[in-house]
């Protein structure tokens, strides 16, 4: 097989290392930032980022997520990426062969169950898409020399 | 070997046609839409969106990429978008195992040899990117009522 845990483990990181990057340019008069007024705010989009990769790995891993941060914690949004991805990274290498061909049931999510290897390749996929809409909110914030969308 | 043709237009159309559907919310009043001075217009990110994946796909499978539009030609986004599809569908199913399994030189673009299939996701994870964008710009034009990122 070639998806196996390290392969995993590389893929997220090729792309949570440039949200950390987009996530350092946001100064904190930034966290309430909205493109329209429909929008996420910046802090909403990057904390829904981190919850949802969690929230998606932990799944894949068979285990409850944890909350890393508490509401009335005054955290940055840096130290929030970090910790996340930390146990991101932890809960991915634990995930062995088998583990990841173990169906998990996303039927209340997205209707279908799908194996652990997809549902980590969904949770990369979904945030490749909200990075793509952080890379218009900071170029709004002033920003015009921006990283690749992969490492 | 679960990373198939089929599966793989599958992955891409489940992509390009949430692009589809962003595109045809875009008027020719807006083409030159850009969120900030430094950014691409509609437009632009549009025609780079299918022109890119329509290079790598092409590249997977051995081919030099069509040009599918002349410069001069007075052709909707819309139609641009429906032409690429249609060619890219046509180049991925073409590709059985042994195609997805031969080695690419992406050395000039990315400075590694990856395999056919692996192209195709790269391809894919830059739409997703750029869609990611354009779900941005979109808004911005006033629409709050938009698709999921992924069909």
């Known amino acids: 097989m070639y998806k196996n845990a390290a392969y995993l483990k590389k893929y997220f990181l090729a792309h949570r290392e440039v949200t950390k990057e987009l996530v350092e340019k946001i100064d904190r008069e930034h966290y309430g930032y909205q493109p329209t007024s429909t929008s996420m705010t910046a802090e909403q ?82 945030e490749i898409n909200h990075k793509g809409n952080l890379f218009v909110y900071v170029r709004e914030m002033g920003y015009n020399q921006l990283p690749m969308f992969v490492k």
Do not use: C
């Not at 130290?79 to 088998?98: F, H, K």
């Not at 194996?115 to 979904?126: F, N, R, S, T």
């Open 45 to 126: 989009l990057v904390v829904h980022m981190l919850t949802a990769f969690h929230q998606f790995v932990s799944t894949a891993a068979g285990k409850n997520p944890e909350n890393l941060h508490e509401d009335t914690e005054n955290v940055s949004l840096n130290e929030l990426a970090e910790r996340y991805t930390q146990a991101d990274v932890r809960l991915i290498e634990s995930l062995d062969e088998s583990a990841l061909d173990e169906t998990i049931d996303l039927t209340e999510m997205i209707g279908k169950k799908v194996p652990a290897w997809k549902v980590i390749e969904m949770a990369v996929d979904h």
